[in-house]
């Protein structure tokens, strides 16, 4: 009975040390990749009636921002030059324009405000027939203000919070909520703002 406790403790200990050395083996792989502190944006978004919900982050990391729920073709933005890069990792190519900001667009400021991620955020609106939509745009302190309207073409001095969007569907209605769950800073793959070498530009 005590050679097989004995056995017993000798084989627990050996999967409690494998199990250790793997950790060990995944951390020093985390950390030979390449990381830049970033802030990193969550944003959920919620669909009815389909009854779907996503979730998905905006990453910035000094002059550069993108959105992680763009693949395959997706846009980086240089906050600092005003430019937009679109990359393509079908087709290995990119291209760089310039952004041009609308000079007006359909949404309206209201009076009405309330408290979001620690800062007071004010509804603006739009609509046009069936469509309806409403922005909690807020100045957050860790958000460069001009992201949004370089995101969207839509010009608000600051970023949406909360939003809510109403489209007649067929014989029902559409309704997309989003709403930003956090703001934070931690680190991230460099690769995310990179554009790989062997691509060519258009």
């Known amino acids: 009975m005590g050679t097989k406790l004995v056995r017993r403790k000798g084989l627990i200990l050996a999967v409690l040390a494998l199990a250790a050395c793997k950790a060990e083996v995944k951390r020093a792989a985390v950390a030979a990749v390449p990381q ?8 959920e978004t919620k669909i009815q009636p389909a009854n779907k919900t996503f979730t998905h982050s905006i990453v910035i990391a000094g002059d550069k921002a993108r959105s992680l729920d763009e693949i395959d073709r997706w846009r980086l933005f240089d906050l600092k030059a005003n430019t937009v890069t679109v990359i393509d990792d079908i087709g290995k190519s990119y291209r760089t324009q310039p952004i041009t900001p609308l000079e007006k667009n359909d949404f309206h400021a209201t009076r009405e405000t309330k408290p979001l991620q620690g800062v007071n955020a004010t509804l603006w609106t739009a609509q046009k027939g069936g469509y309806v939509r409403q922005l909690w745009i807020g100045s957050h302190p860790a958000v460069p203000p001009q992201l949004f309207s370089m995101m969207s073409g ?8 909360a939003e809510h969007a109403e489209l007649p569907y067929l014989n029902k209605k559409l309704v997309v909520d989003k709403t930003v769950t956090r703001i934070e800073s931690k680190d991230v793959p460099a690769s ?5 070498p062997a691509y060519t530009r258009r």
């Open 192 to 196: 995310l703002f990179a554009i790989a």
């Open 36 to 43: 830049v502190r970033a802030t990193v944006i969550t944003i």
């Open 154 to 161: 839509i010009n608000t001095p600051g970023f949406p919070l």
